[in-house]
């Protein structure tokens, strides 16, 4: 046992939640490199770091 506890959803959304920061922190926030990774679309990945809480700010584009 690795001291895991709760439902299994809990435990699925804790890992799902750990792999997106993860893959987020590896490509820097680009959340396009990111989503490639994980196999899902740019959108996908943005509603699932809103359901589980996670932050995602996007680089601003500069004006000119």
């Known amino acids: 046992d690795g001291g895991e506890s709760g439902t299994l959803a809990e435990r699925l959304e804790a890992a799902e939640r ?5 893959e987020l922190s590896k490509a820097d926030g680009d959340l396009d ?3 490639r990774v994980l196999g899902l ?3 996908v990945l943005k509603r699932k770091a809103g359901v589980l809480g996670i932050k995602i700010d996007e680089p601003r584009q500069k004006t000119a």
Do not use: F, R, S, Y
Request: a neutral charge.
């Open 18 to 22: 750990q792999i997106l920061v993860e």
């Open 41 to 43: 679309t740019k959108a």
């Open 33 to 35: 490199a990111a989503a």
